[in-house]
């Protein structure tokens, strides 16, 4: 079935800083790339989403890029602000389409 | 409006026991799913459900039982409770089947089995 790779596992950084977050992922049928936001002890939110016939997407400080040849895909966060502190997941439809598979999570804290 | 509700928030319970935990959804999508959290924070993908059919069911013990009365609900019914079960059961719900759009999570059931 589709594996969803993600790294880093944790990433820490100062207020303002850029934060990238990596994922690779197995199934080549995929199309669908979405980006989901944990904070703690809440539930996960949809940040950003990516499909397969675009490159690139961007919303104020938020990124994404798809390299479907390469079948990875990240996330980028600028200028970034402590509230920006949470988990991170990266996810992608299964092999059959009938559910997205996350990511392991990366733990984003960033410092003031 | 609560998207995407479920009951209850907290559940402890001791080995061997039965619980539910009930999963609504207003938003009028097509597709529901559950979604087990454990300690390290791994989201996986437990059930999905259709229009009321199961379309897929990776690798969880018989013990656990999805039940949707119709749509706009998925429960989770588990049986003979074991300590391995602890976890956080997140419901989900999307529009396009196979989650090819935002899927909506609830707010959690945090298990304990003790």
């Known amino acids: 079935g589709e594996n969803v790779e993600q790294h880093p596992s944790t990433l820490s950084v100062q207020e303002g800083d850029s934060a990238v977050i990596k994922c690779t992922y197995s199934?080549?049928?995929?199309?669908?790339f979405p980006w989901y936001k944990q904070e703690l002890g809440k539930r996960p939110q949809l940040i950003i989403d990516?499909?397969?016939?675009?490159g690139e997407k961007k919303d104020q400080r938020i990124a994404v890029t798809l390299n479907k040849t390469a079948k990875h895909f990240s996330l980028h966060i600028t200028e970034t602000q402590p509230e920006d502190s949470a988990v991170y997941f990266c996810?992608?439809?299964?092999?059959?389409?009938?559910?997205?598979?996350f990511g392991k999570g990366t733990t984003l804290s960033v410092s003031s | 409006d609560t998207a995407v509700s479920q009951t209850p928030k907290y559940l402890v319970t001791q080995m061997g026991n039965d619980k539910s935990i009930k999963c609504e959804q207003n938003?009028?999508?097509?597709?529901m799913y559950w979604y087990k959290q454990d300690s390290k924070k791994f989201l996986k993908i437990m059930f999905s459900?259709?229009?009321?059919?199961?379309?897929i069911n990776e690798t969880v013990p018989n013990r656990f039982s999805p039940k949707s009365p119709d749509k706009a609900h998925l429960n989770l019914h588990i049986n003979s409770l074991e300590l391995g079960d602890s976890a956080v059961y997140f419901c989900?719900?999307?529009?396009?089947?196979?989650?090819?759009?935002?899927?909506?999570f609830g707010q959690g059931t945090r298990l304990t089995v003790v």
């Open positions: 989900a719900s999307s529009q396009v089947a196979g989650g090819g759009s935002e899927a909506f």
């Open positions: 199934d080549s049928a995929s199309n669908y």
């Open positions: 990516i499909r397969s016939n675009v």
């Open positions: 996810a992608a439809l299964n092999q059959a389409g009938t559910a997205l598979i």
């Open positions: 938003l009028g999508h097509d597709t």
């Open positions: 459900y259709n229009n009321k059919e199961l379309i």
